[in-house]
């Protein structure tokens, strides 16, 4: 969970739903008045922008597939900074297409981990590939 990225909206008044597999790690967020969802399914439900990140293919895949039966209403925006295969990210948005929710892959590759660790943010680059 990138707890950093959610406290920080969390400060700036934005309404926090989190899931963790391991809800212990929730536990900072939850202290400041998150609201916890039993899974990723009820995230997509309930809100209009999902985040994650995740540390293995594995992972985002059983994740992103159980935020999609969710059935997230179209418009909505799920923002992800797994470290995966890009294969992996070209299925997931097939999956989607698939289940009525076409989706724009995003494609984001993070760049001089170094600088990011000793400065504490996180430097991102996008490229944006529509799908028709």
Known sequence: MATNLQANLQKEGASLHVHNRTESKAKALLKEGAVWESSPADIAQKCDITFSSMFADEGLISTFKAWLTGKPKKGSLYVDTSTVYPGTVKQLT????????????????????????????????HTCEKHA
Do not use: E, M
């Open 94 to 125: 097939a999956d989607a297409t698939d289940a009525g929710l076409p989706l724009d892959l995003l494609d984001s590759i993070q760049t001089d981990w170094r600088y990011s660790l000793i400065n504490g943010s996180q430097v991102i680059q």
